[in-house]
């Protein structure tokens, strides 16, 4: 099966839409994390809470890697609609299939190759 510029519309806005939901997530994610509170820093009494604090820091920062990447993932998708070079494997060349693509819009390799891959 061929990829239609139709297909092509679909994923191209479907990756919009993604991507605004992530740019939206990362932007919460950011307000709930309590070291960008400037109050913080002044706020001596609350010591014992610490530690909690870290380690949702810490999460929320592992979270906001994850979806920075998923965000990159987004945005190369959409660049190489642009380019014209969509669902075509980065490593042999070949057209992902379709099946494939609407499953994972962000697939860079074929079946074979990202299973090639994840085993090294
Ligand atoms: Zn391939």
């Known amino acids: 099966m061929k990829i239609t510029l139709d297909f092509l519309k679909k994923i191209n806005l479907s990756l919009l839409k993604e991507k605004r939901k992530v740019d939206t997530t990362i932007t919460s994610l950011k307000s709930q994390d309590?070291?960008?509170d400037p109050d913080r820093l002044n706020d001596n009494a609350a010591s014992d809470t610490d530690a909690k604090e870290e380690i949702s820091h810490e999460r929320m920062?592992?979270?906001e890697k994850e979806l920075r990447l998923h965000m990159s993932e987004i945005e190369e998708a959409?660049?190489?609609i642009k380019k014209g070079i969509y669902g075509k494997?980065?490593?042999c060349g070949k057209m992902?299939?379709?099946e494939r693509l609407t499953v994972k819009p962000t697939a860079l390799y074929c079946v074979d190759c990202e299973r090639k891959r994840e085993k090294k």
């Open 34 to 36: 309590p070291f960008s």
């Open 61 to 63: 920062q592992a979270l």
């Open 78 to 80: 959409l660049l190489r």
């Open 89 to 91: 494997c980065l490593s």
């Open 96 to 98: 992902i299939s379709i």
